[in-house]
């Protein structure tokens, strides 16, 4: 094929998948319900790649924006998706934080209100601090969201039940506390609506698999997304491994953070038995991220034997990276938007991987506009590059 008939080819996926996404949202009224965690975004980058030093400083660029997971996810939702109504599900303090936080997202909830979120008074709003290396990667991070944990408690999210029953899905951040969490898997199941759940963190990511005695052979019954990086995957895999595993010696296996993927198939191939438990553990699909390498997303199969789950690579596009905080939470934000207007999960997670890399080349977390043929055009370049992936080892 030429160059020129290439380019046509590519510009051909590009009007279709545009025309599949519209087609799919033509008539929709869709609904998103996210709960999870509202901040401000403390942000410092290396001016080059090796600068950082410990005990001493680095030359760079230091900004503050608005952040926090579940208003992330929500916003991208909102500025992605100009058909899904958007609920926010949150809380903030009493202060000049909470307020602009509630101002902003006022402006972006696209029928959503913000009802959701939660005033605590004389609370203060999350905070999280972060350093970036030169490459926009996370050196070192605090957060300071205990008002999450204790504004967006269990009683709070049952408030909330009549927008999860109006929903066409619900988005649950491992920010929240185990009741809470336990409470919003409950309304998904009770309603019958899909269920993402984004772990946020390696320490939070196994707060999903609180569940009574009941769900001890499947903690993640009800779950059906989940988008952990890869060492999320492994500490939520061991975590599912020890609850089965009750009264045994079995040491699950560690996570080398250094160790770095040359490509999607060896991560799979690594990540291969990480993917398998969680599947059996009873979440429908797992969308393994992984950054520049892009996403992996896994589906257990109707009769439930996970060594028969299929996996399909859908790739990063690139992007001129200014950070990559908050890439993650765009990425499920486009892509629940997009289901929740009805698209395949495939083209739903092409949107999100579109999503991703516009947030990329912002300083900011929250993905507050999108522009939406530039998006169109991103996630018809990721579509265009989906492959299925076997792992070396069933």
């Not at 545009?18 to 509202?38: D, E, L, P, Q, Y």
């Not at 398998?276 to 699909?285: P, S, W």
């Not at 969308?287 to 520049?292: H, M, Q, R, S, W």
């Not at 596009?317 to 950070?323: G, N, Q, Y």
Request: glycine share 12%.
């Amino acid at each position: 094929m030429s160059m020129r008939d290439a380019e046509r080819a590519a510009a051909r996926r590009v009007r279709a998948l545009g025309s599949a996404m519209r087609a799919s949202s033509a008539n929709a009224r869709a609904s998103v319900v996210v709960f999870g965690g509202t901040c401000v975004d403390a942000h410092a980058r290396a001016g080059r790649a090796g600068a950082l030093k410990r005990g001493t400083s680095a030359i760079g660029r230091a900004w503050s924006a608005l952040g926090g997971v579940g208003m992330n996810v929500a916003t991208a939702c909102a500025s992605a998706s100009a058909r899904t109504s958007t609920r926010l599900v949150s809380a903030v303090g009493d202060d000049a934080d909470g307020d602009a936080a509630l101002e902003e997202w006022s402006r972006r909830a696209r029928g959503g209100g913000d009802d959701g979120v939660r005033i605590v008074k004389g609370g203060r709003t999350a905070r999280v601090v972060a350093v970036l290396d030169g490459d926009g990667e996370i050196a070192a991070c605090v957060a300071d969201v205990e008002i999450v944990e204790e504004g967006v408690d269990s009683a709070w999210c049952a408030s909330q039940a009549n927008a999860c029953r109006d929903a066409r899905g619900m988005v649950l951040d491992g920010n929240l506390g185990q009741e809470a969490i336990e409470t919003v898997k409950e309304m998904a199941r009770k309603f019958n609506k899909w269920l993402w759940y984004e772990p946020v963190s390696v320490e939070k990511s196994t707060r999903i698999l609180g569940g009574g005695v009941d769900d001890a052979a499947r903690p993640l019954r009800g779950v059906t997304f989940c988008s952990p990086n890869a060492a999320e995957l492994r500490e939520l895999a061991n975590g599912v491994r020890r609850g089965w595993a009750k009264g045994s010696p079995m040491s699950p296996c560690p996570f080398n953070p250094e160790f770095k993927f040359k490509n999607a198939s060896e991560a799979l191939d690594a990540l291969a038995s990480d993917v398998c438990t969680v599947l059996a553990a009873g979440c429908e699909h797992v969308v393994l991220t992984l950054g520049p390498l892009g996403v992996v997303v896994s589906s257990a199969p109707s009769d439930g034997e996970v060594s028969r789950a299929t996996h399909t690579h859908v790739p990063a596009v690139r992007a001129d990276v200014v950070s990559l905080v908050g890439a993650g939470d765009a990425l499920v934000g486009g892509a629940v938007g997009a289901l929740a207007e009805g698209a395949s999960l495939l083209i739903a997670i092409a949107r999100g991987v579109a999503c991703a890399s516009i947030a990329c080349e912002r300083a900011g977390a929250a993905l507050l506009d999108v522009d939406a043929n530039e998006m169109e055009k991103r996630a018809a370049i990721a579509f265009a590059g989906i492959s299925i992936l076997a792992p070396a080892v069933r």
